[in-house]
């Protein structure tokens, strides 16, 4: 089988963190994932995203405050998300291909998981 399952969305005050996981299925020696965000009536925006080679990029709306990490073992990507804002309420959804050059920019991806809901509110 092959796609990703997000999950670890909840909750949180302003100024929280959450984890969020994406365990993914792949059996190509080449690996992209991304995470992306949508809010009701919005498209969906490019958050973070890792290539085969381990290294991250982010979105402006995420440097210095969500981290990218990936346990290859057990094929999850972990976004770390740390000083929520509101604005960073969305629906989160993590995203896979077999890109090379890998980016979180990208509109079309192989699979798409269904999303882990992401809410800060006071």
Do not use: H
């Amino acid at each position: 089988a092959q796609g990703v399952v997000e999950t670890g969305g909840g909750s949180v005050e302003p100024g929280g963190s959450l984890i969020l996981s994406c365990k993914y299925e792949w059996t190509q020696s080449t690996i992209c994932l991304a995470w992306f965000r949508q809010v009701p009536g919005k498209g969906r925006e490019g958050v973070a995203g890792m290539g085969t080679d381990g290294n991250a990029l982010y979105a402006d709306s995420a440097k210095g405050r969500f981290t990218l990490s990936k346990d290859n073992a057990a094929n999850i990507l972990y976004l770390q998300m740390d000083n929520l804002k509101p604005e960073d309420t969305a629906m989160y959804y993590c995203t896979l291909d077999s890109w090379r050059s890998c980016t979180y920019s990208r509109p079309n991806w192989s699979y798409w998981g269904r999303g882990t809901q992401v809410t800060i509110s006071s």
